[in-house]
């Protein structure tokens, strides 16, 4: 098995039809994440054949239905912390160890790397999901490989075990997340000294 700093789950689209979800869904399951979530709202459903695609698609990765629960507080009512503030994760992470919560701490957050700096700004300001506080600059992860390595080696160290990631709508789907999936292994648990 290789090692890595953090599990992976992927935030599917919610805008993109059930074939472009499923292809990022195989994609993900591929590459090694954990679990793809479908953002559905409190009151959407999915149909059993759209559910049994999806479920399908991301093998062995797991398909998790996300209703948006969330709440005022840093962290949400299902456990999720929405910024990849170090600060934030590390209290999120002390209330869940008090509370002698078991529940893997999972930051979601948006990411937009690229090879170059120009590359990371191109891919988010394509995306319209990316505006104001939403934008990976602002509260995820952003900037070339290298900047996106030190931020996700500051969430692992801040006590985060999984990186749930909503990357931008990019052409070349299959790059952004092999990209994403190289910040938790290889070198970076080396870097990290585990």
Do not use: Y
């Not at 009151?43 to 998790?64: F, K």
């Not at 996300?66 to 962290?75: A, I, K, Q, R, W």
Request: hydrophobic letters at 50%; a negative charge.
């Amino acid at each position: 098995m290789t090692d890595q700093i953090l599990a992976l789950a992927l935030m599917l689209n919610p805008a993109h039809d059930r074939a472009a979800q499923a292809h990022m869904a195989r994609l993900a399951g591929r590459l090694g994440f954990v679990a793809c979530h479908l953002p559905l709202g409190e009151d959407a459903t999915l149909s059993a054949s759209d559910m049994e695609v999806l479920i399908s698609a991301a093998e062995p990765a797991l398909l998790v239905i996300d209703h948006g629960t969330s709440s005022d507080d840093e962290v949400d009512a299902v456990g999720i912390v929405r910024s990849a503030d170090p600060d934030v994760i590390r209290r999120a992470r002390a209330r869940l160890d008090e509370g002698e919560d078991n529940r893997p701490l999972i930051v979601a957050v948006p990411i937009s790397i690229g090879r170059t700096m120009n590359e990371a700004v191109a891919r988010a300001d394509l995306d319209p999901r990316f505006v104001g506080d939403a934008h990976p600059r602002v509260s995820g992860i952003f900037g070339t490989f290298e900047q996106a390595q030190e931020q996700v080696l500051a969430i692992a160290q801040a006590g985060a075990e999984v990186l749930l990631v909503t990357v931008p709508d990019e052409r070349d789907v299959a790059d952004v997340l092999a990209q994403t999936r190289a910040l938790v292994v290889g070198a970076t648990p080396v870097i990290l000294g585990r």
